[in-house]
């Protein structure tokens, strides 16, 4: 019965709670369940789940990038300061913030390819570097229409309307972030499970040595998985500058453990027991969820990290213990 217990936790737990936290909430409070409130939900984990997904990669390819929160802050305030600053075309404020998040890939695989440092201590370090530029590169200070230059004068341009729609519109009723968010799980996800290269990616995690004895270039691919991570950071800096309307320092740094929780959460979203896209997203949907209705509720905001670490811990608890009785049955 315990074995029964854990291996249904294990495939069906986080959805299971993400329904049962939607009709308890339903049942306490009648704003939750409503357009408004779901179209809030959605936006907001909409920028959560992108930045997840640089991370999956990373995962999947037995690495894990603690940089993304950096490179969303960098991403955030150099959109701003392109449009606000410089009045650069849209094309230009979309295309360079993600050139940047791909030289913090390159530099993040140059540190753990080249150089050899392990994956954690390596993007650890970048981490603060990154969070250094981008302090540098504002002096501290948030970026917002007209504001004043510390080199005297105001800033020549401001947040166009074609640009805040893509963080605040809507299309078909549905919030745009939202949009660029189901396309690019989707895409994660048929990239990882449906293509040549998506095994690789699981192959190079999986047995680092047998991949490459089977040809795989294995620093090849876990420069691409930090590269597309840098991507995904700076796609979220993007949207998040758009939402706001702004561009907030230190925008991604209190997002860095909720994308964390939400791939570790995924790992057992439908028995996967791996990294993967779909689990990301409902990851993100149970704690955004949560957070939504705890907020409501009117529970102390400083009360939120203990709930997102309950989550995480019972997530890791269910996957870890399946995998313990497979390992064991497995050996008799």
Same mark, same amino acid.
Not at 128 to 142: D, F, K, N, W
Not at 265 to 293: C, M, Q
């Given at each position: 019965?315990? @074995?029964?217990?854990?291996?249904?936790? /294990?495939?069906?737990?986080? +959805?299971?709670?993400?329904?049962?936290?939607?009709?308890?909430?339903?049942?306490?409070?009648? /704003?939750?369940?409503?357009? @408004?409130?779901?179209? @809030?939900? %959605?936006?907001?984990? &909409?920028?959560?789940?992108?930045?997840?997904?640089?991370?999956?990669?990373?995962?999947?390819? @037995?690495?894990?990038?603690?940089?993304?929160?950096?490179?969303?802050?960098?991403?955030?305030?150099?959109?701003?300061?392109?449009?606000?600053?410089?009045?650069?075309?849209?094309?230009?404020?979309?295309?360079?913030?993600?050139?940047?998040?791909? =030289?913090?890939?390159?530099?993040?695989?140059?540190?753990?390819?080249?150089?050899?440092?392990?994956?954690?201590?390596?993007?650890? &370090?970048?981490?603060?570097?990154?969070?250094?530029?981008?302090?540098?590169?504002?002096?501290?200070?948030? +970026?917002?229409?007209?504001?004043?230059?510390?080199?005297?004068?105001?800033? +020549?341009?401001?947040? &166009?309307? =074609?640009?805040?729609?893509?963080?605040?519109?809507?299309?078909?009723?549905?919030?745009?972030?939202?949009?660029?968010?189901?396309?690019?799980?989707?895409?994660?996800?048929?990239?990882?499970?449906?293509?040549?290269?998506?095994?690789?990616?699981?192959?190079?995690?999986?047995?680092?040595?047998?991949?490459?004895?089977?040809?795989?270039?294995?620093?090849?691919?876990?420069?691409?998985?930090?590269?597309?991570?840098?991507? /995904?950071?700076?796609?979220?800096?993007?949207?998040?500058?758009?939402?706001?309307?702004?561009?907030?320092?230190?925008?991604?740094?209190?997002?860095?453990?909720?994308?964390?929780?939400?791939?570790?959460?995924?790992?057992?979203? %439908?028995?996967?027991?791996?990294?993967? =896209?779909?689990?990301?997203?409902?990851?993100? =949907?149970?704690?955004?969820? %949560?957070?939504?209705?705890?907020? +409501?509720?009117?529970?102390?905001?400083?009360?939120?990290?203990?709930?997102?670490?309950?989550?995480?811990?019972?997530?890791?608890?269910?996957?870890?213990?399946?995998?313990?009785?497979? /390992?064991?049955?497995?050996?008799?």
């Amino acid at each position: 019965m315990k @074995d029964q217990l854990i291996a249904f936790l /294990f495939k069906y737990g986080a +959805i299971t709670l993400l329904i049962l936290i939607i009709f308890y909430f339903t049942s306490v409070s009648p /704003f939750f369940l409503t357009y @408004d409130n779901f179209s @809030d939900i %959605l936006r907001s984990i &909409s920028i959560v789940t992108v930045l997840a997904l640089g991370v999956t990669f990373t995962l999947v390819v @037995d690495g894990f990038d603690l940089s993304v929160g950096s490179t969303m802050s960098l991403a955030t305030v150099f959109t701003a300061s392109l449009m606000v600053w410089y009045d650069l075309p849209l094309w230009l404020v979309l295309l360079l913030p993600i050139i940047v998040g791909v =030289a913090v890939g390159l530099f993040n695989s140059f540190l753990i390819v080249v150089i050899g440092i392990p994956d954690l201590l390596a993007t650890l &370090s970048s981490m603060y570097i990154v969070a250094g530029l981008h302090r540098t590169y504002t002096e501290g200070y948030s +970026i917002y229409n007209h504001m004043p230059l510390t080199s005297g004068g105001t800033a +020549i341009g401001e947040f &166009s309307n =074609a640009f805040l729609w893509i963080g605040q519109g809507h299309l078909l009723g549905i919030p745009v972030p939202v949009w660029i968010m189901i396309i690019l799980v989707l895409a994660s996800y048929c990239f990882l499970n449906y293509t040549r290269w998506g095994r690789i990616f699981y192959m190079t995690g999986g047995n680092a040595v047998a991949a490459t004895l089977s040809g795989v270039k294995v620093k090849k691919i876990k420069c691409m998985a930090y590269v597309i991570s840098g991507i /995904f950071a700076s796609i979220a800096g993007i949207l998040f500058t758009a939402r706001v309307g702004s561009g907030q320092i230190d925008a991604g740094a209190p997002l860095l453990m909720e994308a964390v929780a939400a791939v570790f959460v995924g790992y057992s979203v %439908l028995g996967a027991g791996k990294p993967n =896209a779909l689990g990301t997203f409902f990851g993100a =949907a149970v704690i955004g969820v %949560l957070l939504n209705g705890l907020t +409501i509720l009117n529970l102390p905001y400083y009360a939120f990290d203990i709930i997102k670490g309950t989550v995480l811990v019972l997530a890791l608890a269910v996957t870890y213990m399946y995998a313990k009785n497979k /390992f064991s049955t497995n050996s008799l």
